[in-house]
């Protein structure tokens, strides 16, 4: 049983910083691709970062420079590390991992295409 659990969110002012957690059980997909999802209020969910085998990785064009996707085999886990926080940026983030069927993708800088199909439960992030 596949189980992406995220942490780290909560409620910032504009400039700052957080770092999200999600720890991943139930298999060994923390070495593939893994990545980070977001949902603002009356939006579509979009890609935020996404990171493959090879460590190559990929990111919105909105949080390019400020935000960093990094995993830890080790630990199972994969980390968000989100500076410079904007207002804009608020929104429900998602834990993504590959699955059976999958539904979203995101492409790294290597032509690495990952795609997810298992979301975690979101945790919430607020910039004022």
């Known amino acids: 049983h596949v189980q992406l659990v995220e942490s780290g969110g909560g409620s910032v002012q504009g400039g700052g910083s957080l770092r999200l957690s999600c720890a991943a059980s139930g298999y060994g997909y923390i070495s593939a691709c893994m990545g980070w999802y977001r949902q603002a209020p009356g939006k579509e969910r979009e890609g935020v970062a996404a990171?493959?085998?090879?460590?190559?990785?990929t990111y919105a064009d909105s949080v390019k420079g400020r935000f960093t996707i990094s995993k830890d085999s080790a630990r199972n886990t994969l980390y968000l590390q989100m500076n410079s926080l904007k207002p804009e940026d608020t929104a429900m983030y998602y834990c993504a991992a590959r699955a059976p069927i999958n539904i979203a993708a995101m492409v790294t800088a290597t032509g690495t295409r990952c795609e997810f199909g298992y979301w975690g439960q979101g945790t919430q992030v607020t910039v004022s």
């Open positions: 990171i493959a085998n090879d460590g190559s990785t």
